[in-house]
């Protein structure tokens, strides 16, 4: 299994950014997103179920970030508009099992820097 997230970078507050992940080894029933800033726990971002296409949003990001799923090619973006300078952290991909819960894996994160 591989949960390989890209697309970071470093760009203005205000600016946008969309990070993917690619899919391999199994289907998940749920795909989505959570972020560690510096000296912070990781938090929850977004998720995505497969099988109603239902989406989650942390209420940081409601109405800024959207994400969403290309199936034929196994990959999961987070589209990231308005970006805030505490919106920096590093980005991780990670899937589970199930509908609802925790997730079950994760991929290597990819670094977001928003400058003021």
């Known amino acids: 299994v591989q949960l390989q997230a890209s697309g970071g970078g470093l760009v203005q507050a205000g600016g946008s950014l969309r990070l993917s992940c690619i899919v391999s080894g199994r289907t998940f029933s749920s795909v989505g997103w959570s972020r560690q800033a510096p000296g912070k726990e990781r938090e929850f971002v977004a998720v995505l179920r497969r099988s109603d296409r239902v989406t989650v949003y942390a209420d940081s990001v409601k109405g800024r970030f959207t994400i969403s799923r290309d199936n034929p090619k196994n990959t999961v973006y987070l589209q990231m508009n308005s970006l805030k300078p505490e919106d920096t952290a590093v980005y991780f991909c990670?899937?589970?099992?199930?509908?609802?819960?925790?997730?079950?894996?994760w991929g290597r994160g990819t670094e977001v820097t928003i400058s003021s």
């Open positions: 990670a899937a589970r099992y199930t509908d609802y819960g925790s997730f079950d894996y």
